[in-house]
């Protein structure tokens, strides 16, 4: 019995399918014949496979000693130097993880550098003095301007209060073997370093260092996470479920079916959806093309985006994560008043009616025009979560392909950076500057 499903048939037909097919077929065979553009970033098509439990080992250990010698971790990073990584551990973390009190050995884990709010580092550097805390940080360049200032000040703050020698031991680098300012850094202080291959962009790169360390640093199965990925590694070779979701929404989309929405019915799949938006959005949005990805949490958003899904444009597709288990057990009590008028469900678990919200909302959205995948798993667990990974991973790729796009290079992203760096007056960027001042009359 295989742990993730998926279901189309409420949003394509078979002889939508069928008729698709050969395209399909066609970008399959791009992804895996390594023929197509961006076919020097394709090293996450195989990480799975190829993880030595060697590696896996050294990141259990490095994140063993950051657990015994931090009361908190703060992981540095933006995009997919950032996201894997919090998507796996807020998928596995109590909801109310940061309000219970710290045990031993269990650091907090905080994100930094996936922003640049003077307020929210202002804040975390109070709330991190007097306090034991390391630092892992993630840059596959090694030079981005986010986590790059996160950076400086919290190593600055770090060896201030405790010295740069054990600074240094409570310092973990992730980033190219030899390329950037990292690197660099990194070689001369003598941080413990992981490397991202080449050949694995920032959003194909949970699999890798860059989102094990964090994971396992929070105390999660890294081994579980990539044996599930490995699975679906392998099933995919026999029974792409990745293509199928590739096709259909492609179908959808050469429809008029331009929006996609990812939609959870658990708050513990919310950043899944930050993933998800950042791993689609940056792959497919090329060429004026493009299915724009965007995410809900129901039934939360039922009271909110609800209104727009069910009576707006025509234009969106939904992609529902359904997940069969829960962690916990919980029923609806009864009530001798019920003035609440709850007695009909008194006796049933909560997760019964979080199901029937969605198995109505799903009709009511079909109703409504609004074609529905569903993908079905088990549990929220690291297996689980391990497999969806691939699956989502393999579908963009052959994805893209079937878009027409090179779905490992985001161009689109240097745009604002050079505007920056010309209002930042970076040197280098002399003729960008005058002509940013000039375009805003300064
Ligand atoms: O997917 C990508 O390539 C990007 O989102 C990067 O991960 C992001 O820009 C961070 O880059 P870096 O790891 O080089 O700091």
């Known amino acids: 019995m295989n742990s993730i499903n998926i279901d189309i048939t409420q949003a394509v037909s078979l002889t939508q399918m069928q008729a698709a097919a050969a395209d399909k ?198 081994n579980a996470l990539v044996e599930g990925a490995r699975k679906m590694e392998t099933r995919c070779k026999t029974d792409d479920i990745a293509a199928t979701y590739a096709e259909a929404r492609n179908i959808l989309y050469r429809d008029g079916k331009k929006i996609e929405i990812l939609v959870n019915y658990t708050p513990r799949l919310h950043y899944l959806g930050e993933w998800w938006k950042q791993l689609y959005g940056e792959s497919e949005g090329k060429d004026h093309k493009g299915i724009f990805p965007a995410s809900v949490d129901f039934s939360t958003d039922l009271h909110s985006m609800g209104q727009m899904i069910q009576d707006g444009e025509r234009t969106v597709f939904e992609t529902v994560v359904s997940v069969t288990n829960t962690a916990h057990s919980l029923t609806i009590p009864t009530d001798a008043d019920n003035l609440d008028g709850l007695n009909y469900i008194a006796g049933k678990h909560i997760d019964q009616v979080n199901k029937m919200a969605e198995t109505g909302t799903r009709l009511a959205h079909l109703d409504g025009g609004v074609p529905n995948i569903t993908i079905t798993i088990d549990t929220i667990n690291e297996d689980c979560l391990g497999q969806l990974i691939y699956f989502f991973e393999r579908a963009c790729g052959i994805s893209g392909y079937m878009l027409g796009i090179n779905p490992f290079n985001q161009p689109g992203v240097e745009n604002y950076k050079r505007n920056m760096f010309a209002l930042l007056e970076k040197p280098g960027y002399e003729a960008e500057t005058e002509a940013i001042k000039k375009r805003l009359g300064k």
């Open 25 to 222: 077929d066609a970008a399959v065979k791009t992804l895996d014949s390594a023929s197509g553009a961006g076919n020097d970033f394709l090293g996450w098509t195989a990480l799975p496979s190829r993880t030595t439990q060697a590696l896996l080992d050294e990141i259990n250990d490095v994140a063993r000693s950051l657990r015994e010698s931090c009361d908190i971790v703060v992981c540095i990073g933006i995009g997919g130097s950032y996201l894997g990584a919090k998507f796996v551990i807020d998928s596995l973390s109590d909801c109310f993880a940061a309000y219970r009190p710290a045990q031993p050995g269990a650091p907090r884990l905080l994100f930094a550098g996936q922003n640049i709010s003077e307020d929210y580092l202002f804040e975390l550097q109070s709330l991190l003095t007097g306090k034991r805390f390391g630092i892992i940080v993630i840059s596959k360049s090694g030079t981005t301007t986010e986590p790059a200032i996160a950076f400086r000040i919290l190593k600055e703050q770090l060896e201030a209060a405790e010295g740069r020698e054990i600074a240094a031991q409570r310092i973990v680098a992730v980033t190219d073997a030899k390329r950037g300012a990292l690197r660099t850094l990194a070689t001369r202080e003598g941080y413990r370093t992981f490397v991202i291959d080449d050949n694995v962009g920032g959003r194909y790169s949970v699999l890798t260092p860059v989102g094990l360390l964090p994971i396992a640093v929070a105390g999660y199965d890294i």
